[in-house]
């Protein structure tokens, strides 16, 4: 298991890692809302996934308020390097992946935080989602999508099961999108990050992982304003082959570190218990 890397004794209370790619404007506002949280101490790091590092004049504009890191060429595209990247210069306590298309609730960070701090045996915690956007029909089909993952979420926590919350995310839409976590720097570690031979959806992978071995929170309020658009890799998983890739990956990781015993019990009370 990797070693935990050592916190200096100033360091904040919790590290925004955003990672970005030539979306000037949605990062500014994803900046700004972690910028107006109050309570916990802060600290944001920019990671740029852009060879022609696009992001750095907008990190400049913030006076030193926020840590800007360029990606290599080869890395491009590639989320799990990014955000790896960035965790690992990270110091906080506490560790948010913040998608450079979302927003930060008033008062987001003091509700997670206390929730942390008050549920130390918890490895992260999330709450509800409120999406935002233009298309009315995509986000009337996103209200209805999140409402469904919290009502999924509260039965899992209700019954104090990690595992009845891995099976949601393993068998059915996940509960929880990247942006609306919030983990312990230390848990990052002992997981190594995120799975880079995930090509997309790691953060499910992620999270599945954090979850199984750390424990959750799900906190009954919306922490994360999420931009909708075109329909996204989370609700397309039958039609979307680097998706379907990466769930196989997914699957055959969990067999091996959980056995298959387990992975077909949780297949079985999805069908069950969570149709």
């Known amino acids: 298991m990797p070693a935990v890397p050592a916190r200096p004794s100033n360091a904040p209370d919790i590290s925004t890692v955003i ?27 920019v990671v740029d996934d ?25 890395s491009q595209k590639r989320p799990a390097l990014v955000r790896n990247t960035g965790w690992n210069k990270a110091s906080g306590k506490y560790i948010h992946f913040l998608d450079d298309d979302d927003r930060v609730p008033p008062g987001t960070y003091q509700a997670v935080f206390t929730a942390l701090e008050s549920k130390p045996d918890a490895g992260m915690a999330f709450g509800m989602v409120e999406p935002f956007g233009d298309d009315e029909e995509i986000l009337e089909y996103q209200r209805e999508y999140f409402a469904n993952a919290a009502k999924r979420a509260r039965m899992a926590q209700r019954f104090g099961s990690r595992r009845m919350m891995v ?5 059915k839409p996940t509960v929880l999108v990247n942006s609306a976590c919030m983990i312990r720097r230390e848990c990052v570690a002992k ?45 397309d998983l039958n039609n979307n082959r680097p998706v379907v890739n ?13 056995g298959a015993t387990e992975l077909l019990f949780l297949k079985i009370m999805t069908r069950i218990f969570l149709r």
């Open 50 to 74: 852009d060879p022609q590092r696009s992001a750095e004049g907008i990190v400049k504009r913030f006076d030193g308020k926020v840590t800007y890191l360029p990606m290599p060429a080869w």
């Open 167 to 171: 099976a949601n995310m393993l068998f």
């Open 191 to 235: 997981l190594n990050g995120f799975d880079t031979e995930c090509v997309v959806v790691e953060d499910v992978d992620f999270y599945i992982r954090a979850i199984r071995n750390f424990g959750f929170i799900f906190l009954e309020r919306v922490v994360l304003h999420y931009r909708t658009g075109a329909p996204s890799l989370m609700t």
């Open 246 to 258: 990466s769930y196989d990956r997914i699957y055959q990781n969990y067999r091996k570190r959980f």
């Open 19 to 45: 990672a970005t790619y030539r979306r000037p404007q949605t990062l500014v506002e994803a900046i700004d809302s972690v910028l107006a949280q109050t309570g916990p101490t802060i600290e944001i790091i």
